[in-house]
Every structure is written in C-alpha cells, then in structure tokens.
C-alpha cells in the first residue's frame, strides 16, 4: 500500500472509530456490533504498528502507552475551581432562591424578580477534574486540588474512554476548558473490590474513594484498567471562541463537540421545581448506576450568574442541595473552646465515640453560641451526630427525652482561654473574639504560621509542626521572633541537625527579601487576602501610608468597602500590633519601593505580558513584578490582546497558544535585553 494510501486510511479508520465512540459514549446508540468496531480498531493498531511515524496522540489506539510517572506536577488553573455552598432542607433552598431574587431585584423597586430558570443535575460523589483542549485535542487533564492549584494527571486522563482526545465537529471555541466529575460506577466498583479480595488486597471504602484511587496512579496502564467515566458539568476558561448565553445550552454544545454530559440534566422554573426535581432524583437514587450525594441548582442565565457574582471561594448562583446525611446517636461529654488566626472563639464538642459514614467520630463543630442556643445543647445531652462525605461532623439535633437530669449549661467564656484578654462580641453579634490580636499566643501560633505560608513570606521548611514545636519552646512569642533564631536553639529540637538547622536559619533571611503586598498579606488581617494587599499597597504606595490612613482614605481604595476598611483601620492602630511591626522592620525585612509614575508611564505602558514555564535567572514573581514596574500588565491567560509571552522551560499550553496566535515570544534573556534597551 503507498505511503498515501496509509496515511488516508489511517485517517479514516479514526474517523470511523471517533464517530462509533461518540455514539457509544454521547448519544447511548450502536451503529454496528461490537465484532465490527474491534476489527476496525485492529485494522488500525496494525497500521501504525507498521508505520509508526503516522501515530498521534489523538489517536484512539493511545489511550495507553505512557511509561511511568516519578511524581505528579502541579497545574494552576487559570480560573479557580470553586467549591458549592449547601443546603439541606426545602426551606433552606427557599432561602437561597429568596436571596438570589432579591440580589437581583431592581435597586429600589422594594420587590424581589419573578420565578429563576435553573438548571438541575445530579451532585455525582466522585472527583473533580479540569480539561483543555486546544485546537479540540485534549493537552491537559488536572485535578481540583485546593481550587487554585491541582496535579497535572494528563496521562490518566487520556486512557478513559469517555473523555474524547479530540473534540466532535465544529465550531468549538480554539482553547476550550471543561470541568467534570469523574466517576466509578456501582457495578464496576464491586468488580474491583471482588478482584482485590480474591488477590488478598485491600479494598475500597466506596466507589468516590476507588475513583479518587485509580486518578492518582502514576502508572496510567493502572488507571486504564479501573473503568472511570466522566460527565461534565460546566465550561471553564475559554478563548477563541464564544459558548451560547445560557448554562443549559452550554451543556448542550459540550455535549454535540462529544463531552459527556448527564442525562439527568433538566431546565426547571422555581425552587419549587427544584425541590420536586430534589424529591424525583432521590426516588431513582438506588437505581442509577452511580452514587450522588444530592442535586445541584445553578442559575441557567450566564448574565445572571455575572451579575450575582461569587463570595469566598463559592458562586453565590449554584448550591449542592444534599441528601440526608448518615447520623448516629452519641453523647456530648464535653465542649472545648479554640481561638482561630483571627481571634474567632469556636465552641468543638467533644463526643463519646461512635461510628457514622465509615470513620469514628469523637469531635463535631458547633460553629458558635447561636448554634448552641438553637439546638438547646447542654453538656450531658444524648446529641444526633451527621457526617455526609468529607463535611466536618456536626451535630444536629438533641434528644431532649432522654436528657439526663444532670447535663450542664453551655456559656461562653468572658476572658480567652488562651491569654485570658477580654472576649468580645463581632459587629455582627454572632461570632466571640479574642481582643488581644498577635499578643494571644493561640493566635500568635496560627499567624505565624500564616506569616510564613508561601503566598505570604514564603519561608521555606517552616512548617506546621515546627512552629507547633518552637511556640511551645516559647522560642516564638511572635511572628518578629523568627527573625532572632538561632542555629544553636534549633540543633538538638524535633527533627533538627545542623544541616536542617542552618537551612531553616538560611531561609528564614532570605524571606527578608519580600514585597509590600506579601507582607501586607502576611500580617493576617481580616478579610485582606492576597488582591486586596496588592490594592492596598498600590493606592498608598507605602506601609507607613497604610498606617497612618484613616477609614474614609481606606474606603476609597478598590474593592474595600466599610468592613474591611474597619479591620485594616483597627489593625494598624492597635498598639500591640505596632509593635509587631516595628520590631519586623527593625529584622530588616525589606521590598522595593512602589513607584506610581513608573506603574503608569514605564516603558512597558500600555504592553501585555503572561508569563509562563520555569525561569531561570528570576522567579516568575520577579518578572511579573519588573514587567509591572516597568509600567506593563500581567495576564494569566494568552489571548489575542497579548503582545508578549515570556516562556521559560516546560512552558505547556500557554505556548502553544501564543504559537497558534502569533504572539510575540520571548526568552529569558531576550525579556532581559528587552527591559534593559527600553
């Protein structure tokens, strides 16, 4: 057969086996038996055998055929993944339906919108995935992880059958991010504790737990074997392209481009269609043949989903309405009060010990004294604990006949139980806090290790346990402590050499080296995350501006409103505070000054930068901020409205991208000769 002739009919088998896939895995239809679509898929594995330079990586034949991994890599995700807030009752759905009409209600008009369009779909109990494809072939597959960052598990992905390797007909956008919920069915699940069993090895608690198992296989041939599906839920980041305006014709576009989308999706009008969706969903719950752990809801207008917008890490338009929990029947011996970073007093209950959802419980959060009040819980009482999945165990109701006649009240200490400062309630009058800011020691031990953490002062080493360790020494009475350590105090401690002890030492300096915004960051004050300390530190330029502000100059800065302004405001004008400060700058903790002409008219005015892989002569943070410096705009995302990538090693996707675009691309050194000529 000529060289042609190969080539044309090694593209027309794939076709030919893309379309039956399609069929199969899309639409639940068979064009032709099982015998015909294995000779077809020989036909082609013979062929590339004997001409393996015509092999792709989207062909079907390379589901399987990575050697190993080492190690998984870590993906950021260009738009975070964000979790779902919960409800679980019918009148809780109420409450988010209510709060999402009068959000959108007319500013004024004093009425709530008529009846909301959702879409309604199966919560599946597996694990969350993300992705991409460019040009509509599959580049990447990763992992939720913490919602900004995940694993890149590509190789694994590509050997389940229900993830296309390229995408069906047309019209897809050029770079196309999905999310999805990949899955082991019921069936397949028995089968794969059956087979471990009869080998003498352990076996899966549940099939979300065989799921999660089989992804992180550094072996893909492992992964191949486990039979995980997916269905995907919704589209992430895209470019190149546009998806149609609402959630549910989205879906249907990913689905004709040959995603698999769950066939229990519906459109309803309300939240009392909702809630008869929630009621028919759990009727069929034995019989599907996957597990959920309840119904999803999300607003089916993308409009309206923009102009409601998101709070903390979760869309303020879509909320997981769960199914009853598992529960049990213990006793609540007693409730113990622990201060977070922030001063916030949280009552824990500790429990006589009782097994619910395959794990023994002894602690359950009460989350505060309003919740206390509300349930009429008294140290003593015979308590109904739920724990549903991974969600921290709470407890939900008292027996109150069979109170014994000697439990005990439940009151809120009036002075901390850590420093013994004076307890006080929040403006909202819900949450008790520690007053004593960086002088309580509980909350010293959760700042510092804030301060330290990678997105703050990235001290490299010091982790959790450590700094459990050197509090306890009372070697750190405050986060300014750590810049007074010693070698010699370290050698001889948990864990530490002089070879650890010299690195931790080393690192500790060299976090000296920072910007505003990371120790702005780094400082734990309420509410200011890693955007608000970069708005803060570019609207005054300066941390003695920051200090010396007051609240109305605070609330004029973007994206602080009244509250926020408030802590920064109390933060800074609280003496112990000061102190604090003043002894970390005395260490010689430094950054490069803020210049807000060089911002604005710099020579890279007006440019736009994404930078992306492994550099060598700087970190990536660096380049961003000389690029910034220099007056230019970082993007985390390649676009048409790019002018420059800078792409150091193992630079990925972003490339590609650029490549496909006819972006300007530079080099490590050429960014350099480029920054210093201008």
Not at 2 to 15: P, Q
Not at 408 to 427: A, F, G, R
Not at 501 to 523: H, M, R, V, W
Request: net charge negative; hydrophobic share 35%.
């Amino acid at each position: 057969m000529a060289a042609d002739s190969v080539e044309t009919r090694i593209s027309e088998l794939r076709k030919q086996i893309d379309h039956h896939n399609y069929l199969y895995y899309i639409l639940d239809q068979i064009e032709v038996p099982d015998a015909e679509y294995d000779r077809l898929m020989r036909e082609l594995q013979e062929l590339e055998q004997q001409y393996p330079t015509l092999v792709t990586p989207e062909s079907p034949t390379q589901r399987v055929g990575s050697t190993p991994l080492s190690e998984f890599s870590e993906v950021q995700h260009e738009q975070p993944m964000l979790s779902l807030g919960n409800v679980f009752t019918e009148q809780e759905l109420m409450e988010f339906d209510q709060r999402l009409r009068d959000r959108l209600a007319q500013p004024g008009s004093g009425k709530s919108i008529e009846a909301l369009e959702y879409v309604c779909e199966p919560k599946l109990d597996g694990v969350a995935v993300s992705l991409l494809y460019i040009g509509g072939k599959l580049v990447r597959g990763a992992t939720r992880g913490d919602g900004s960052r995940g694993e890149d598990i590509t190789q694994n992905v590509r050997t389940i059958s229900t993830i296309p390797l390229q995408l069906h007909g047309d019209g897809y956008p050029e770079l196309l991010e999905v999310r999805g919920e990949l899955f082991i069915s019921k069936g397949t699940f028995e089968s794969i504790n059956e087979d471990a069993l009869k080998q003498n090895q352990k076996t899966f608690v549940n099939p979300r737990n065989a799921a999660s198992g089989s992804l992180r296989q550094l072996d893909p041939k492992i992964t191949a074997k486990r039979n995980l599906e997916i269905y995907i839920y919704a589209a992430g980041w895209v470019e190149g392209g546009e998806l149609a305006d609402t959630h549910h014709e989205r879906l249907k576009q990913l689905n004709q481009w040959g995603l698999r989308t769950n066939p229990e999706i519906k459109k309803v009008q309300g939240a009392a269609e909702c809630q008869v969706y929630y009621e028919q969903i759990g009727a069929k719950r034995d019989d599907l043949p996957y597990e959920i752990d309840g119904v999803v809801y999300k607003l089916n207008s993308i409009k309206l989903q923009e102009q409601v917008g998101f709070i903390s890490r979760a869309p303020r338009w879509a909320t997981a309405h769960k199914f009853p929990a598992q529960e049990e029947l213990t006793t609540l011996l007693d409730v113990e009060f622990q201060v977070g970073r922030t001063g916030a007093i949280t009552p824990v209950a500790r429990l006589e010990p009782v097994f619910v959802g395959g794990v023994t419980i002894s602690n359950a959060t009460l989350h505060n004294m309003d919740e206390i009040k509300r349930l009429d819980l008294h140290i003593g009482d015979r308590v109904i604990v739920r724990r549903a999945g991974d969600v921290i165990p709470k407890v939900v109701q008292v027996v109150t006949d069979r109170r014994p006649a000697n439990t005990t009240e439940i009151k809120m200490p009036n002075h901390c139980p850590v420093c013994q400062s004076e307890v006080l309630k929040d403006e909202q009058g819900i949450i008790f806090r520690c007053n004593a800011g960086l002088y309580c020691a509980a909350q010293r031990k959760e700042s510092i290790k804030h301060f330290a953490s990678r997105k703050a002062m990235d001290i490299q080493g010091l982790g959790d346990k450590i700094v459990e360790q050197l509090c306890a020494l009372g070697l750190l009475e405050s986060i300014a402590d750590l810049y007074q350590l010693k070698s010699e105090q370290l050698i001889g401690l948990d864990g530490f050499g002089e070879k650890s002890a010299n690195k931790l030492i080393a690192a500790i300096e060299a976090s000296k080296q920072t910007t505003l915004p990371k120790f702005i960051y780094g400082l734990g004050i309420r509410e200011v995350g890693e955007t608000t300390a970069k708005q803060l530190a570019n609207q005054f330029g300066t941390l003695e501006a920051i200090q010396n502000s007051d609240q109305e100059s605070l609330e004029q800065t973007p994206e602080i409103g009244p509250i926020v302004a408030a802590h920064i405001n109390h933060f800074f004008h609280d003496s112990h505070n000061r102190t604090v400060i003043e002894a970390l700058l005395s260490a010689g903790i430094v950054w490069p000054s803020i210049e807000v002409s060089a911002v604005t008219q710099g020579v890279f005015s007006g440019l736009v930068f994404v930078v992306t892989g492994k550099l060598e002569q700087m970190s990536r943070e660096d380049a961003k901020q000389k690029i910034e410096s220099l007056g230019g705009k970082v993007s985390g995302s390649v676009s048409a409205k790019t002018d420059y990538l800078l792409a150091g090693e193992k630079a990925g996707s972003k490339l590609a991208k650029a490549q496909t675009l006819g972006v300007k691309i530079l080099d490590e050194q050429q960014f350099i000769e480029l920054a210093d000529s201008r």
